[in-house]
């Protein structure tokens, strides 16, 4: 006997196990299938192990969209609120990190157990190491083929995420389902990522691997980040690079500001008249870490003299070198280290209200693997939780 089902989801990450309960307590028949061994495989890893689960200061304009509007409607219809409240429901105790990020004060898996739990509420059935060779339209929904034997499904939910991570058991699936149904895919790549550095610059700044600083970086859109950079012996990361590398494109520059806060000539002309034969790099070493003063200086931003040898217009040049130093990434660490995709399912193919396909009744796009891609900091996760609720209540 064919094996039939209200909704199946493809995907048991946030999007998908969050949409599946949903959808289960409003009484509908679920079945997600998932191709890893353990359901939120992403979750468990995120917010170092606590999971960030949501911010905040949600809104639309932290993500990024080829259609910046789309993901208004369902972040409207479920808050970060909503989710906080169903975190204090369950009994999980949270705090903020910073910047309106709210992470677990347990562990990730906490938020793992909420999904479970409510999925177990809604009666879903979960099952895991599930392959589905091919997806069919027919007269009842869609027709899917497994090794264990075919399923049919009134509505098929895509919430297989996106590319970052394969190790995490990310695949094309979503991309591969919507091109078989003519729905466009817009161009992907790594989001959320660390820059690789050419080699010239890697070698002069390896010494200063470990060190974080803060700054504000500007892509060449003039968009601007004010946070933490860190130096790795493969380039640069920390939340600001983090952040900037989601709008930045191959080949272009991004500029530092080394003194995101201090008023640095105010600082320099005070500076020279208490010690006015200090040298320049002990006096920058008070605000930034010695070690990147001495990099400074062997490339050529900072010279070697005394504040009283330093005159007004090699100041103002220095200001300007420190506070736009201008670095041109190699390129990024790519999928492997990613935390997102941008890019994927065009929302001009969707419902914003409903996350279903335009062109093809019955099948929904939710998450990731649609093109809403947000900042660092549990806005990712929000776009999960929203994206499935609004599918789910149009199941
Ligand atoms: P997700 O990737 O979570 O789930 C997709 C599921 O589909 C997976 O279980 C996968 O196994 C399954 N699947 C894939 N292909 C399949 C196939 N062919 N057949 C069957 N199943 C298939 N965000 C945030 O807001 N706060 C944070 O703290 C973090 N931290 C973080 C850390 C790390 C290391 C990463 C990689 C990412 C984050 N993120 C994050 C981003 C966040 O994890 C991400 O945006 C969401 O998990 C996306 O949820 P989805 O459910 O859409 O995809």
Not at 346 to 371: C, H, R, W
Request: proline share 4%; charged share 15%; glycine share 10%.
């Amino acid at each position: 006997m064919l094996e039939q089902k209200d909704v199946v989801i493809i995907g048991a990450g946030a999007a998908g196990l969050f949409c599946a309960a949903q959808a289960g307590q409003l009484g509908l028949e679920v079945l997600v299938l998932d191709n890893g061994k353990k359901p939120g495989r992403k979750i468990l890893m995120s917010g170092g192990g606590r999971c960030n689960f949501t911010n905040m200061y949600t809104d639309h304009g932290a993500y990024l969209s080829d259609n910046p509007h789309f993901c208004k409607s369902a972040l409207a219809r479920y808050t970060q609120w909503d989710f906080i409240d169903l975190v204090s429901r369950h009994g999980i105790d949270y705090h903020e990190k910073t910047l309106g990020q709210l992470f677990c004060d347990n562990s990730a898996q906490d938020i793992i157990d909420l999904l479970l739990k409510e999925c177990e509420q809604g009666g879903v059935e979960l099952r895991m190491r599930s392959e589905v060779l091919s997806v069919e339209p027919n007269e009842r929904g869609f027709l899917l083929q497994l090794p264990a034997g075919d399923i049919q499904a009134k509505s098929l939910v895509i919430a297989s995420g996106g590319l970052s991570m394969p190790g995490l058991g990310a695949t094309p699936f979503g991309y591969k389902i919507a091109q078989q149904f003519g729905i466009k895919v817009l161009p992907t790549r790594a989001g959320l990522v660390p820059f690789t550095l050419h080699k010239p610059l890697l070698e002069m700044l390896n010494v200063l691997s470990g060190i974080a600083t803060p700054i504000t970086v500007t892509a060449n859109n003039g968009t601007s980040f004010k946070e933490s950079l860190l130096f790795t012996h493969r380039g640069l990361s920390g939340p600001a690079i983090l952040q900037i590398s989601s709008y930045w494109q191959a080949g272009e520059t991004i500029a530092i500001n080394l003194f995101p806060e201090l008023d640095i000539d105010g600082f320099l002309n005070s500076e020279r008249l208490e010690h006015p034969n200090q040298s320049l790099k002990n006096s920058l070493a008070r605000h930034l870490p010695k070690r990147l003063v001495e990099c400074l200086q062997t490339l050529n931003i900072v010279s070697d003299v005394t504040l009283k040898q330093l005159s007004i217009p090699q100041q103002q040049r220095l200001i300007e070198e420190l506070q736009n130093w201008q670095i041109q990434p190699n390129g990024t660490e790519g999928y492997r280290t990613a935390e997102v995709t941008l890019g994927g399912i065009d929302t001009k193919a969707l419902s914003s209200k409903t996350m279903e396909s335009n062109q093809v009744p019955g099948l929904y796009f939710i998450g990731e693997v649609v093109d809403v891609t947000g900042w660092l900091g549990g806005y990712n996760f929000q776009w999960a939780w929203s994206s499935a609720w609004a599918c789910a209540q149009a199941l």
